[in-house]
């Protein structure tokens, strides 16, 4: 069921200060899917997902959600984004309520449901990200990554079909990092489809189905993440290579091979799993 959730055609953006952010960018997020948007610092990557929900229009191009344009009337805006959940970049710009609760409750309340269906949301959304012995406490008390986590709350909580999360790891601590993909994983096992801006080469290389490489407003690259990740012009852009593969590659070098049935390892776990499997095929010879 992979067709065309979201898509954007040669979509351009300029700033009110003439900033050409995004720059003839087309692009097809199937659905179901995972994709990485990396890129360096002001490469459009927060611009290109604020026309995901409408927050920005093109200059030029079309946005599409399945298959139609994006309606840009009110009605048009507040459906979209019941549809697509957004964790931004920054936390203060999602936060705005007194407390924890009230603030994951908001989404929910607004779409209407009964308080019920919405309360059990609200408290499933906390326990997913840790917070909900937080929940009565005041939004402003709180560390950067703990308002990470209530944002990611508030999107969970609204049970979007796309939720779109820039830079969502920057600022969490390594355990929160590792629940955080657990919780995306379950996303996506639940048929989600997921957009992360990220810097982390090594996560996009293990999480991701399909990588896009911004660079100035341009797209540089899109494809899966051995494709687009091991290209030198990618890796000459980004000023790195995910560890995993770059150590699979030197060992290719040396004579051995962790290629199992054309399955290259992705992750750290994968990694140690092939090179240990390597090591009793040797011991058995
Ligand atoms: N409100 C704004 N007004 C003018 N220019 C802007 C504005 N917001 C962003 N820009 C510019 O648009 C370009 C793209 O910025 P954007 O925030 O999309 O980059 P990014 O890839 O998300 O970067 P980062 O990795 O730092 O988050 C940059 O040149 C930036 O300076
Ligand atoms: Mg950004």
Known sequence: MNDAILKLEDVS?????GTRALDA????IRRGTRTAVLGANGAGKTTMFLHLNGILRPSAGQVYREGMPLDY????????????GMVFQNPDSQLF???VREDVSFGPMNLGLEEAVARKRVEEALLAVGMAEFADRPVH??????????C????????PEIVVLDEPMAGLDAVMQEELTTV???LHAAGMTIVIATHDLDFAYGWADEVVVLQSGRLLAHGTPAEVLMRPEVQGKLGATPLVAEITRSLSLIGIDLRDNGYLPRSKNELLKA?????????SL
């Open 13 to 17: 953006y300029r700033y009110a200060d």
């Open 25 to 28: 960018c087309s692009l097809t």
């Open 73 to 84: 009337s009110r009605g048009g805006l507040r459906n979209l984004r019941s549809k697509v």
């Open 97 to 99: 309520s007194a407390s």
């Open 141 to 150: 008390n709180l560390s950067y990554g703990q308002k990470k986590r209530v």
């Open 152 to 159: 990611i709350a508030g999107v969970l909580a609204m049970q």
């Open 184 to 186: 995306l994983e379950r």
């Open 275 to 283: 090179i240990a499997a390597q090591t009793r095929q040797e011991d």
